[in-house]
């Protein structure tokens, strides 16, 4: 349970850090060790996103370090982890073994909003706006981030395969 609170904090953390950021470089010269960490950060966000700044809220007139959309599934993997501990607290740290179905069904249903944007927008169909691109994304983020918790909590996926001969 330890593990799974502390990646869940390690997310939340991430998620506040990357709206934060903006308002503190916004605020003045920042110190070296900010500078050094808004350096790092907008790195780190560089591995997953474009960071168009047209496609990015901002902050006091900096963007942020990810995108809208980026921005929506950090946001969501917050609130999910947020959840995920929540209710492993309820039930004191057992977690059960999901069905497969029920979890692809799941996930497929939660990256519906984030893909149907996507699939518009890149059809040129009509333009998405950013604040839809950041909600969109929002149950995708909470639906991967929870199970990611979950699963570091000890919990498992059944099996459906099945030894020879077994029904």
């Known amino acids: 349970m330890a593990a799974a609170a502390a990646a869940a904090a390690v997310v939340m953390a991430w998620a506040v850090w990357i709206v934060v950021l903006p308002s503190r470089l916004a605020a003045g010269v920042p110190s070296q060790g900010l500078a050094t960490a808004a350096a790092l950060t907008y790195q780190a966000g560089r ?51 999901l069905p497969p179905r029920g979890l692809r069904l799941g996930l497929l249903a939660a990256s519906a909003p984030t893909a149907i944007t996507w699939v518009v927008e890149q059809a040129g169909l009509w333009p998405v706006a950013m604040t839809a691109r950041w909600g969109s994304a929002l149950p995708l983020g909470a639906a991967v981030s929870a199970l990611l918790i979950w699963v570091v909590a000890g919990g498992e996926v059944a099996d459906t395969k099945r030894a020879p001969g077994v029904h």
């Not at 496609?55 to 007139?61: E, I, W």
């Not at 950090?74 to 059960?96: N, S």
Request: with cysteine.
């Open 47 to 97: 591995f997953v996103c474009h960071q168009a700044p047209g496609r990015s809220f901002q902050s006091g007139g900096w963007h942020w370090p990810v995108c809208g959309r980026c921005a929506g599934l950090y946001a969501g993997a917050a609130a999910g982890a947020l959840v995920a501990v929540v209710l492993l607290i309820r039930r004191r740290g057992a977690p059960q073994t």
